[in-house]
T-cell receptor
Framework: DTEVTQTPKHLVMGMTNKKSLKCEQH?????MYWYKQKAKKPPELMFV???????INESVPSRFSPECPNSSLLNLHLHALQPEDSALYLC??????????????FGPGTRLTVL | QKEVEQNSGPLSVPEGAIASLNCTYS??????FFWYRQYSGKSPELIMF????GDKEDGRFTAQLNKASQYVSLLIRDSQPSDSATYLC???????????FGQGTELSVKP
């Protein structure tokens, strides 16, 4: 099973709202990732969790707050977003193998629109 | 700064032809190389990965890696209209799983 699931599929929120994106995988992967993708651009890494610990934060604004409650779940909490944060938010997971051999599998994404 | 370069395209090939997608990377410390296919409005789908110099074949897809020349390519044989998508090259430097993506090449296969 190479499936990563994400909810919701679509989200529309105002700039004062608080919302959360959820990601789940049952592949036994111990590394999970959040990416942001704008139209016609490649995915941009936001955060990496390895063994449930935050290992990489790509200088993401604090209005994005990640959380990894357990090895299967990854959340992204959103607060006071700006319209330019509208994008496709992708979750991915992989085995944290050594030597860089970490095939990352992406979920279907959440299409976020900030009004 | 680590960079991954791809021709943005669009690359147009007739149905049944071989599509050749190329990618170059700047850092010789690169260790792992991935090709993702992304249909419009969908998420990236991993279609090939390669870690060693040479060719790797999987069905109609062949990935080729040349570390001395710092390029990786993807060949799609017997191209089908359903192969029309954006193909993303990604490189890993073993920095905690971080992938560096190229800008993607848009492939159009004409019936």
């Amino acid at each position: 099973d190479t499936e990563v699931t994400q909810t919701p599929k679509h989200l529309v929120m105002g700039m004062t709202n608080k919302k959360s994106l959820k990601c789940e995988q049952h592949m036994g992967h111990r590394a999970m990732y959040w990416y942001k993708q704008k139209a016609k651009k490649p995915p941009e890494l936001m955060f990496v969790y390895s063994y449930e610990k935050l290992s990489i934060n790509e200088s993401v604004p604090s209005r994005f707050s990640p959380e990894c409650p357990n090895s299967s779940l990854l959340n992204l909490h959103l607060h006071a977003l700006q319209p330019e944060d509208s994008a496709l938010y992708l979750c991915a997971s992989s085995h944290p193998a050594s030597g860089g051999e970490r095939e990352q599998f992406f979920g279907p994404g959440t299409r976020l629109t900030v009004l | 700064q680590k960079e991954v370069e791809q021709n943005s395209g669009p690359l147009s090939v007739p149905e049944g032809a071989i599509a050749s997608l190329n990618c170059t990377y700047s850092d010789r410390g690169s260790q792992s190389f991935f090709w993702y296919r992304q249909y419009s409005g969908k998420s990236p789908e991993l279609i090939m990965f390669i870690y060693s110099n040479g060719d790797k074949e999987d069905g109609r897809f062949t990935a080729q890696l040349n570390k001395a020349s710092q390029y990786v390519s993807l060949l799609i044989r017997d191209s089908q209209p359903s192969d029309s998508a954006t193909y993303l090259c990604a490189v890993s430097y073993n920095q905690g799983g971080k992938l560096i993506f190229g800008q993607g090449t848009e492939l159009s296969v004409k019936p």
